[in-house]
């Protein structure tokens, strides 16, 4: 995701990306059938939303002149 802030003195008011970590932790009392706490094949939802909002996005300030 890139991003800036316009009102910075510096570089940083520039348009520049950053590469970005999530980290889930998931956890649950009881096991499901299979032995897990989350089925990987159940989270497509959250790639895509990722996929979909973040990867390759911009954020700008509402006040930025640029948005």
Do not use: S
């Not at 520039?14 to 889930?24: A, R, S």
């Not at 998931?26 to 790639?47: A, M, P, R, S």
């Amino acid at each position: 995701m890139a991003h800036r802030q316009h009102r910075h003195a510096g570089h940083c008011a520039y348009i520049h990306g950053h590469n970005w970590t999530i980290t889930l932790t998931f956890e649950c009392i009881e096991l499901d059938t299979n032995g897990f706490v989350v089925d990987f094949g159940q989270l497509k939802y959250l790639k895509d939303w990722i996929d979909r909002h973040l990867d390759h996005a911009c954020l700008l300030n509402e006040d930025d002149p640029k948005r």
